[in-house]
């Protein structure tokens, strides 16, 4: 059974850079698709950030140029590099593998929570002003 561990967020100024970084286990990482999501407080889950098992990376519009997501099969993991935070980046972010997946992923397969099966416990980033 696949395990998603995050860990890296905290509280930061606006302006500043945060790395979130997600570590796996089980044999079958490079088989799927990972994502990043984040729930802000009264808000439903939102799609931040995917990548495919080819390296291809999408990216919601609010984060495009700000955040930068990144996997290491050999390591098991997937990283979350998050720039020029802003306040409206506060939110719980969680990590989450799609199930056995094609090698290239539309943009529409990793925007849909529905593709994913196995999700994080969540880490907290607060950004202040």
């Known amino acids: 059974q696949v395990q998603l561990v995050e860990s890296g967020g905290g509280l930061v100024q606006a302006g500043d850079s945060l790395r979130l970084s997600c570590a796996a286990s089980?044999?079958?990482?490079?088989?799927?698709?990972m994502g990043w999501f984040r729930q802000a407080p009264g808000k439903e889950r939102e799609f931040v950030a995917g990548i495919d098992r080819s390296g291809a990376t999408y990216y919601a519009d609010s984060v495009k140029g700000r955040f930068t997501i990144s996997r290491d099969n050999a390591k098991k993991t997937v990283s979350l590099q998050l720039s020029s935070l802003k306040p409206d980046d506060t939110a719980v972010y969680f990590c989450?593998?799609?199930?056995?997946?094609?090698?290239?992923?539309?943009?529409?397969?990793?925007?849909?929570?529905?593709?994913?099966?196995?999700w994080g416990q969540g880490t907290q980033v607060t950004v202040s002003s």
């Open positions: 089980g044999r079958t990482f490079s088989e799927a698709a």
């Open positions: 989450a593998r799609t199930r056995r997946t094609a090698f290239f992923a539309s943009f529409a397969y990793l925007v849909s929570q529905n593709s994913y099966e196995t």
